[in-house]
T-cell receptor
Framework: DVKVTQSSRYLVKRTGEKVFLECVQDMDHENMFWYRQDPGLGLRLIYFSYDVKMKEKGDIPEGYSVSREKKERFSLILESASTNQTSMYLC???????????FGSGTRLTVV | EDKVVQSPLSLVVHEGDTVTLNCSYEVTNFRSLLWYKQEKKAPTFLFMLTSSGIEKKSGRLSSILDKKELFSILNITATQTGDSAVYLCAVGGSQGNLIFGKGTKLSVKP
């Protein structure tokens, strides 16, 4: 089974801190994604990557950046955390465009 | 703008009932439609549909796609409390990414 691992289940950070959310997949998937999920808004795409060193903005990239130095790892960075970034963050990967996503367990981030 | 709309947003039923969840979409260059079940954490894959009129089935769950009318339904028969979850519909479009609906929250009462 494909495994997508997010490093933290719960995180509490202070406003202004730099926050790193890590995601690792173990099945050599090409594509990786970061979403946030909020009540009433559903899943919204932050950034995605179709290959190593490649990144593309999703629907809500403001306040975030990403890094994909190795195929298996896709990191989401909050440059200066703000309270409106309190959310559930979900990482996903897939083999290619004709395949579904496999999700990680999510990181519930609270910014205080 | 691409969009996926699910209805109803929430639903409460009793064990043994049959439920139908709806998903309509407007997506450029449709590739596929997927259904996921989300309990407390990560969404888990249920079905991927690419062709109209072909039912996919897994136990008490089934789904079908109508590409002419741009919708899909997810049926759950003889519901159980373990079916309580948020059901997400997602559609793959021109960019290749999945566009998600807001989900249907299903609560099954004993």
């Amino acid at each position: 089974d494909v495994k997508v691992t997010q490093s933290s289940r719960y995180l509490v950070k202070r406003t202004g801190e730099k926050v790193f959310l890590e995601c690792v997949q173990d099945m050599d998937h090409e594509n990786m994604f970061w979403y946030r999920q909020d009540p009433g808004l559903g899943l919204r795409l932050i950034y995605f990557s179709y290959d190593v060193k490649m990144k593309e903005k999703g629907d809500i990239p403001e306040g975030y950046s990403v890094s994909r130095e190795k195929k298996e790892r896709f990191s989401l960075i909050l440059e200066s955390a703000s309270t409106n970034q309190t959310s559930m963050y979900l990482c996903a990967s897939r083999k290619g465009v004709h395949y579904g996503y496999t999700f990680g367990s999510g990181t519930r981030l609270t910014v205080v | 703008e691409d969009k996926v709309v699910q209805s109803p947003l929430s639903l409460v039923v009793h064990e043994g009932d049959t439920v139908t969840l709806n998903c309509s979409y407007e997506v450029t260059n449709f590739r596929s439609l997927l259904w996921y079940k989300q309990e407390k954490k990560a969404p888990t894959f249920l079905f991927m549909l690419t062709s109209s009129g072909i039912e996919k089935k897994s136990g008490r769950l089934s789904s079908i796609l109508d590409k002419k009318e741009l919708f899909s339904i997810l049926n759950i028969t003889a519901t159980q409390t373990g079916d309580s979850a948020v059901y997400l519909c997602a559609v793959g479009g021109s960019q290749g990414n999945l566009i998600f609906g807001k989900g249907t929250k299903l609560s099954v009462k004993p």
